[in-house]
């Protein structure tokens, strides 16, 4: 069983480049949040947490979550532990949906992570619109991935629930080149204090985390990293206090995984070309999108906006 898109959409590719453009406009706007890293990263994080609490995989009988509903905007599914400090990346995107109140919740937020990732110099990615807003009975909680565990449990979530590849799914982690961890949520422009708490982790993966690149393998693979010193949940740290989680470390502690990384780390092209088709799927589990067409947006660079 899969969800069914709204087949007769009655907005354009158009109309869609314009909700791109508001939401490029927000991360623009608000360049100075979280220690000027803005809000691309978080943006890319409320698309996947939205997406990955699927389960399925497509065609067996009882597919739970994912993205089509658009369920984390609503209070049961937003104070799972797991989506702490993301009520910030949905704040910097009410300004949109005021501005087109006809885009689901779904298509929004899904969207917005293609924007983000695009914004930040990564790969083009396809998007298909379609999703509908669904009530509470569809919320989902507990799905999301614990960064204590190790590889096998990583394979449990990715491979065996969701349905991807280990190729598809080392890659989609490679996401972790953006943004940073958070003990307590970053302060929201324009308040004066945090709103809430973090996941607890601390600390940037990349120098550049508003780039996306392929640097998180290449400092998974080159740099010492050592366990953290401090009162907070088990991480490692390199001598430039960036950061890795243990389940990005599994990445290189697994033989088969670590061949990805190797291959990832030294070809930044070819970790494009197999995020962007991972990254889709992350955005489309357990939905039928019918005849819709896949759309590919222009950056506001390549509009020159
Ligand atoms: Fe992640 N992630 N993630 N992640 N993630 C965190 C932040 C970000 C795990 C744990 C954490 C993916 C996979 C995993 C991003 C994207 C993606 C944080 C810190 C934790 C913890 C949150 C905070 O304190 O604010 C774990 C565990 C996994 C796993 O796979 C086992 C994937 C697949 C993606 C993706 O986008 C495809 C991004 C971006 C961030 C940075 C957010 C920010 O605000 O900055």
């Known amino acids: 069983a899969t969800l069914n898109a709204a087949l007769s959409d009655s907005h354009s590719e158009k109309d869609y480049q314009q909700v791109y453009n508001a939401i490029a406009n927000q991360i623009r706007e608000y360049d100075e949040y979280d220690g000027a890293i803005g809000f691309g990263p978080a943006l890319v994080r409320l698309a996947w947490h939205l997406?990955?609490?699927f389960v399925g995989p497509v065609g067996c009988p009882h597919?739970?979550?994912?993205?089509?509903?658009?369920?984390?905007?609503?209070?049961?599914?937003?104070?799972?532990?797991?989506?702490?400090?993301?009520?910030?990346a949905r704040w910097v995107l009410e300004?949109?949906?005021?501005?087109?109140?006809?885009?689901?919740?779904?298509?929004?937020?899904?969207?917005?992570?293609?924007?983000a990732v695009q914004e930040m110099g990564g790969p083009k990615i396809g998007w298909r619109a379609g999703r509908k807003d669904l009530g509470v009975e569809y919320a989902s909680t507990g799905k999301l991935p614990d960064a204590s565990r190790d590889a096998d449990y990583i394979r449990s979530l990715f491979v065996k629930r969701m349905g991807f590849t280990e190729r598809e799914t080392v890659a989609l982690?490679?996401?972790?080149?953006?943004?940073?961890?958070?003990?307590?949520?970053?302060?929201?422009?324009?308040?004066t204090k945090s709103q809430g708490v973090g996941?607890?982790?601390?600390?940037?993966?990349?120098?550049?985390?508003?780039?996306?690149?392929?640097?998180?393998?290449?400092?998974?693979?080159?740099?010492?990293w050592t366990p953290k010193k401090w009162d907070g949940p088990f991480q490692y740290e390199n001598k430039d206090e960036l950061m890795m989680l243990p389940t990005d470390m599994a990445l290189v502690q697994d033989a088969s995984m670590k061949k990805l990384v190797v291959?990832?780390?030294?070809?930044?092209?070819?970790?494009?070309?197999?995020?962007?088709?991972a990254f889709k799927k992350l955005l489309e589990l357990g939905i039928d999108f019918k005849g819709n067409k896949t759309y590919e947006f222009k950056t506001l660079d390549e509009q020159d906006l």
């Open 51 to 53: 997406s990955g609490t």
């Open 63 to 88: 597919i739970s979550g994912g993205s089509f509903g658009g369920t984390i905007r609503l209070p049961k599914e937003a104070s799972d532990p797991a989506n702490n400090a993301l009520e910030n």
């Open 95 to 115: 300004p949109v949906k005021k501005q087109f109140s006809w885009i689901s919740y779904g298509d929004l937020y899904t969207l917005a992570g293609v924007t």
């Open 173 to 191: 982690i490679g996401a972790h080149a953006l943004g940073s961890c958070h003990v307590q949520a970053p302060v929201l422009p324009g308040a």
């Open 199 to 224: 996941s607890g982790y601390t600390g940037r993966w990349t120098a550049a985390p508003n780039f996306f690149t392929n640097e998180f393998y290449r400092l998974l693979l080159e740099d010492k």
């Open 263 to 277: 291959e990832y780390a030294k070809d930044q092209e070819k970790f494009f070309k197999d995020f962007a088709p």
